[in-house]
């Protein structure tokens, strides 16, 4: 598309456009439906932005997002203390939120060790987990990060480090999908998947 | 996904998931792109929907989006003063100047006929084209509007009430698409595309 005849329209498609997954033709879409809802939409989106600058920070104790110095999980007594689930990132927290399996608290790394993006130990939020451990409050950590090259050598890095802890360290399972078809799996999921095969237990009634 | 555990957040990823085109997943990934870019792209986005909230209105002369009382199209001197392309919409504005084929004016209409949506001429900016072509500058007016039912019906409405004007009326091409596989055009195209068929002028060099 075109330049505008506007250049306060032409400088919101830019700031726009530089949103992740959008286009300059989404952007211009977005533009003018922002000057079409001047008054509905565009006030509550400046409001949320705000909200994004001002108000949230990340918890002290396990660095997800919060609106205050300690979030909600962390603050929830109803939660078993005993068990922290090591995350990369918010979203993960989310994700693993959403299935409603979990009732223990998080640990969010930050990111994962990636030498070829610059990435070390020293980058993620380790210390503040291994203060943690030492409380001896907790007696199972979790690795629930994802299985790439980078996801398991981060684990094999905090996995080393925490072995002097009186904590079991569990990994989360993996093998191929629920509801997914054999042939459509990948070859190295499916080959971990026999290679890591669980019997099944027959019961007398089965 | 899942309640994040700021409320902040969760507002936040609520106001952008009301952009067209932007779903629940789209609008968290923004969200945590902003809170990550909060001394970069955050500001400039902030300071691009206040020029939007702020700044853009409505050409007094042609209704084009415009930052000052007369858009930059129509207080162009070197502009073909003689000549009004009416379009439905700014974004086909737009759409033509980026052709770079039309260097007449324009009239934006805000819309077409749709009795379907409860649009009828008097929610359009006809009464302003009307007076534009009462001061005889103007020697004739193009229909640059889709050719849908409400399209054609807007082109007709108009046609009639501009006809007492001594200006000549004209309509762009319709056709099959340049560079489209002819198999690939709609039937209703290509059917009109034969009826409305143009002789080729060969000349001697030919």
Do not use: W
Not at 59 to 64: P, Q, R
Not at 179 to 205: Q, W
């Amino acid at each position: 598309m075109s330049q505008s005849s506007s250049r306060h329209l032409e400088y919101a498609i830019k700031t726009i456009g530089q949103l992740p997954g959008i286009g300059r033709k989404s952007a211009l879409r977005i533009a003018l439906f922002l000057l079409k809802t001047k008054s509905s939409v565009l006030p509550e989106l400046m409001e949320g932005l705000k909200g994004i600058r001002d108000h949230i920070q990340n918890c002290k104790t396990c660095h997800n997002l919060s609106d205050s110095d300690i979030c909600g999980i962390c603050s929830d007594h109803s939660r078993t203390r005993s068990t922290i689930c090591i995350v990369e990132s918010e979203r993960d927290v989310m994700a693993i939120e959403d299935t409603g399996q979990y009732h223990g608290l998080y640990h969010v790394l930050g990111g994962i060790i990636s030498p070829i993006d610059n990435v070390g130990p020293q980058d993620l939020n380790i210390p503040d987990l291994i203060d943690r451990l030492s409380t001896k409050e907790v007696s199972e950590v979790i690795m629930a990060i994802s299985p790439t090259i980078e996801g398991e050598t981060t684990i094999f890095y905090l996995s080393k480090l925490i072995k002097p802890y009186p904590v079991r360290i569990s990994l989360i399972a993996r093998g191929v999908s629920f509801g997914g078809e054999l042939e459509y799996a990948d070859g190295l999921t499916l080959g971990r998947s026999i290679v890591s095969r669980t019997t099944i237990e027959m019961t007398e009634n089965a």
